[in-house]
């Protein structure tokens, strides 16, 4: 397997639309590995894209992807699901008649169907495409895994239940695909040890390198947001062999040269982090 990060930032982007603060000034000239999209990850071999953010469109001809053999979501976040008109994009035979539509499979977890259903009308733009002829809805109970060709993807619930995480397994290798929301979660055992662990960043209640308290102690996002602390304790908890964190969000103004020094820091203490950025590769 090939894991390719095409989006490496999360709720807010980098550059954030108007935003002439630094890291957004330096994001718009220097352009990749500085400037970071809405968060989706492609896996090449079963090729397979997870989540279609506002940007999907680009990010998979900056990608140069030729093939998407199916599509799974995580959740109903907008970051992580506005993007759905992708398909009809990609897949719509408009010069020929009767078309020759491409259809893609689309597989939605039990919860994140139930929330399509009444959250930005989601399961109306799926519903619209599949009658269009260029998707093809499945529902997973929980539970329920899909093999395509040689790679079995079995999504599970993380401790926040709308959101979906994916374990990969192909050939004796296996992959962590946690896209988002991980507060409250306890890695369980099948887990532990995985070849790869690709999860959110989480946010940095403190600077990483002053200390400088950046969210203040009562801010209600901590009560519902993991934070970059609690979730090196998870790594901790899982040891993989390698791990990549993204859903690197703009208010953290982390550039990706901060980023560097901090994996840097992080290797020293015995971690094997990556800090993902738009483009990034990685062979499982």
């Known amino acids: 397997m090939r894991i390719e990060i095409l989006g490496s930032g999360g709720a807010i982007t980098t550059p954030r639309p108007l935003c002439a603060c630094p890291l957004c ?9 500085y400037s970071r999209s809405g968060p989706s990850v492609f896996v090449h071999g079963p090729n397979i894209l997870i989540d279609t953010p506002e940007e999907s469109k680009a990010q998979i001809d900056r990608a140069q992807i030729t093939r998407i053999d199916a599509a799974f979501y995580s959740h109903w976040h907008p970051d992580h699901a506005a993007g759905l008109r992708v398909w009809e994009t990609m897949n719509a035979d408009w010069m020929t008649w009767p078309p020759r539509h491409a259809c893609t499979p689309i597989y939605l977890p039990q919860q ?4 399509f259903h009444h959250r930005l009308g989601a399961w109306e733009q799926l519903m619209y495409q599949q009658q269009f002829g260029v998707v093809q809805v499945h529902v997973l109970a929980d539970g329920e895994s899909v093999t395509l060709g040689d790679t079995r993807i079995h999504p599970f619930r993380l401790a926040e239940e709308y959101v979906y995480a994916f374990l990969l397994e192909e050939n004796g290798k296996r992959v962590l695909l946690a896209p988002d ?3 409250g979660w306890t890695p369980p055992a099948e887990v532990h040890g995985v070849d790869l662990a690709v ?9 990483p390198f002053s200390g400088e308290r950046l969210i203040p102690a009562d801010h209600p996002v901590l009560k519902a947001e ?10 901790r908890q899982m040891n993989p062999k390698r791990t990549v964190m993204g859903h690197i969000e703009e208010p953290m103004q982390l550039s990706y040269d901060d980023l560097l020094r901090l994996e840097a820091r992080l290797r020293g203490e015995g971690y094997t982090i990556t800090f993902s950025y738009d483009g990034l590769t990685i062979d499982v």
Do not use: N
């Open 112 to 115: 994140v169907a139930e929330d």
């Open 25 to 33: 000034t330096e994001a718009r000239a220097r352009g990749v590995p």
């Open 226 to 235: 993991a934070t970059f602390e609690q979730t090196l304790e998870m790594v």
């Open 181 to 183: 929301e991980l507060f």
């Open 199 to 207: 999860i959110p960043m989480g946010l940095p209640e403190h600077h």
